[in-house]
């Protein structure tokens, strides 16, 4: 096991590549579920590692509730014992657990918070507020899926940009965008250096949006102007986790991918370009993270077994 049970805590930094050409080179709808799809298995195996050299950090501490062979001098020769990083982990994986926790309660509040406030309103797709403050977003709820809309930011729009904001919040709600928001929420919060893709994932799936509402509408240029117009006076979405015409980020990116020609759909782009390169890295430390902490966590259990009296 040695030292390849703390690759998982650095390996996302393969990543980082990808994050960055993914938000120019592939299509949005692809950046997204790629993004996720990494960031989710290197926060999974990063907090693995964490909990294996947890094991081991609580093992040397007087009086832990473990059995008394786990820390036998043969299963110390046997774990890879570092005393430092043992005990840090500890801390560190409460942390984690505490950041992951707060998150998805967050989560959960705004949304029983935003459906509680339209209980009295009729059973329909949207729902619009009457609200001197303007705001839009998508609001997930299974079966009460609604687009959530004030008239103060209605007022502000043409009637194709209102076509344009709903085509955008119900491609939103259609795509499952908050469940990418919030698992690349959850695997910053497990790992730091997994922020660039929390980052690429909130805008590569406002993105997703904006291309479905660009060919739900017919023209790019009414979509461009909504969001434009949303973003000068709109002030977002009430949890990172929800998604919005307005939400925070470089919405002047966005309104010049609009401006220009629809991006390709390619399934894997070519391997000697940049984006190429970039893939395969980030997926060659993917599975490298993955072998890593499945073969320490195998091993661990194993050695630990082993040491454990029946």
Same mark, same amino acid.
């Given at each position: ?8 805590? *650095? ?6 590549p ?10 949005p ?10 960031a989710?298995?290197?926060a999974? #195996?990063?907090?693995? #590692?964490?909990g294996?050299?947890?094991?081991v ?6 009086g832990?509730? +473990? ?11 046997a774990?890879?014992?570092?005393? *430092? ?6 801390p ?8 992951c ?15 509680r406030?339209l209980?009295?309103?009729?059973v ?6 009457p609200?001197d ?5 998508a609001l997930p709820g299974?079966?009460?899926?609604? *687009? ?19 085509a ?7 795509? &499952?965008h908050?469940?990418?928001? +919030?698992?690349a ?17 909130s ?5 997703w ?5 660009a ?6 240029r009414?979509?461009?102007? =909504? ?15 929800l ?5 925070p980020?470089? *919405?002047? &990116? &966005?309104?010049a ?7 390709a759909? &390619?399934?894997?782009p ?5 984006v ?5 890295g ?7 993270? =993955? ?9 661990m ?10």
């Amino acid at each position: 096991m040695g030292m390849f049970v703390f690759l998982p805590l *650095v390996l996302p930094l393969s990543a980082w590549p990808i994050a960055r050409l993914a938000e120019h080179r592939l299509h949005p709808r692809s950046a997204t579920r790629l993004l996720t799809g990494v960031a989710a298995v290197m926060a999974t #195996c990063s907090t693995v #590692c964490l909990g294996l050299a947890m094991v081991v950090g609580t093992a040397q501490l007087p009086g832990n509730p +473990l059995p008394d062979g786990w820390s036998d001098p043969e299963v110390r020769a046997a774990v890879p014992y570092d005393e *430092v990083a043992g005990k840090a982990a500890i801390p560190a994986l409460c942390l984690v657990v505490a950041a992951c926790g707060r998150t998805l309660w967050r989560h959960g509040r705004v949304r029983r918070s935003a459906h509680r406030a339209l209980a009295g309103l009729p059973v329909t797709q949207a729902a619009v507020l009457p609200d001197d403050v303007p705001y839009a977003y998508a609001l997930p709820g299974g079966r009460r899926d609604r *687009v959530v809309v004030s008239t103060a930011l209605l007022a502000r729009l043409e009637p194709a940009e209102r076509r344009a904001l709903f085509a955008h919040e119900r491609a939103h709600l259609a795509a &499952r965008h908050h469940r990418h928001l +919030l698992t690349a929420q959850l695997a910053a919060r497990a790992n730091p250096f997994l922020r660039p893709l929390r980052t690429a994932v909130s805008y590569t799936s406002e993105r997703w949006a904006d291309e479905e509402a660009a060919r739900a509408v017919g023209s790019r240029r009414t979509v461009a102007s =909504a969001i434009g117009k949303a973003a000068l006076v709109s002030r977002g979405t009430p949890a990172p986790t929800l998604a919005g015409l307005a939400a925070p980020g470089p *919405v002047p &990116r &966005r309104v010049a991918a609009l401006l220009g020609p629809a991006p390709a759909v &390619r399934a894997w782009p070519p391997v000697f370009t940049s984006v190429g390169l970039a893939l395969w890295g980030a997926a060659a430390g993917t599975a490298v993270s =993955a072998m890593s902490s499945a073969n320490s966590a195998v091993t661990m259990v194993l050695i630990l077994h082993a040491a454990t009296p029946l």
